[in-house]
């Protein structure tokens, strides 16, 4: 594979390490760590190999190994050290930097080899509570801060919503035993990332029940057309963007108005957006999804009052 042509700042290195600026710039002069390129302003540039040694660097000194120590080990000894002290806690941190170096890198190969040593000894759902959601939150600092850019983020997205994806599709194959209700998973107009919505669907043909995926951009015209066709039905979205805060009163009026009349169905909002939900007589049958567990807990009691 090509070497990546991109060069990071000391600034981008510490947000991607957690390691502060000054502290980089010690190491380098005290102890050799890294070798920057200058330019005619003496300002240091970074590659992305610079970038996976300090990645390593900092496992082994979250290890208890001093810096001085590692110096001392050389860029072939580094890596020897950490195949030996591997544990759970380190192959987390592992999986993580190499999960982030693949999204820097645009490395694919790297991804696949970092998902499949993961997925040898944990679950899906272990490997995205355990890795995927910190990685993904992490990205979330790093385009704050510009760090990455919006070609990085959708990178590594869609490397996560394929895998997600694929384990659903293991899961059509087998039929539903919780059929009372229908577990409809759709974005609205103008939401366009599902990656989050293709884990809770996911979750929900884990635990058996009659799903249908619908994707991005449903309008409610849409809905209403299905409606017509199932009764009992729990509508799932996931509210990153749209509608906004303002907006989103209204868009549940009419939601209810349109959808849950007849009181057979429900709307179960999660995502950034749901923080805004005021609960409301104008829509009785709309709740939020407040995590993942909380997710898991809403369709155990859905199951419950079924069975009741």
């Known amino acids: 594979m090509k070497a990546s042509k991109q060069v990071f700042s000391i600034r981008d290195l510490e ?3 957690g390691i502060k600026a000054h502290t980089i710039r010690t190491w380098e002069k005290r102890y050799n760590i890294l070798t920057p390129e200058r330019d005619q302003n003496n300002v240091r540039s970074y590659s992305i190999t610079n970038l996976r ?12 190994y001093k810096i001085s120590k590692i110096s001392e080990l050389g860029p072939g000894g580094i890596p020897r050290l950490l195949a030996e002290i591997t544990n759970a806690k380190s192959i987390r941190s592992h999986s993580l930097n190499a999960f982030l170096l693949a999204m820097m890198d645009f490395d694919q190969p790297l991804f696949m080899r970092t998902y499949d040593a993961l997925a040898a000894t944990k679950t899906f759902r272990e490997i995205y509570l355990d890795v995927f959601l910190p990685l993904l939150s992490e990205i979330g600092t790093l385009w704050q801060t510009g760090t990455i850019t919006a070609v990085h983020e959708h990178f590594i997205s869609e490397m996560i919503r394929q895998k997600t994806a694929a384990e659903s599709d293991r899961l059509l194959a087998q039929e539903p035993e919780n059929t009372e209700h229908t577990i409809v998973l759709f974005l609205p107009s ?3 990332h599902d990656t989050a919505l293709q884990y809770l669907n996911f979750e929900t043909l884990s635990r058996s029940y009659r799903t249908l995926y619908l994707g991005t951009n449903v309008t409610m015209d849409e809905l209403s057309e299905l409606k017509q066709m199932h009764d009992n039905l729990i509508f ?6 749209t509608p906004g805060a303002n907006e989103l009163p209204d868009y549940l009026t009419r939601f209810s108005s349109k959808l849950l009349a007849d009181n057979d169905s429900e709307l179960w909002i ?7 939900f005021k609960p409301s007589p104008r829509y009785p049958n709309v709740t939020t999804i407040a995590s993942l567990s909380d ?9 419950q009052r079924v069975s009741a």
């Open 15 to 17: 947000n991607l390490t």
């Open 53 to 64: 040694e300090l990645m390593n660097i900092k496992l082994l000194n979250n290890h208890g």
């Open 190 to 192: 103008g939401e366009i």
């Open 236 to 241: 799932v979205t996931y509210l990153t963007v």
């Open 270 to 276: 999660a995502g950034q957006m749901a923080r805004h």
């Open 295 to 303: 997710f898991g807990d809403k369709l155990e009691r859905l199951n």
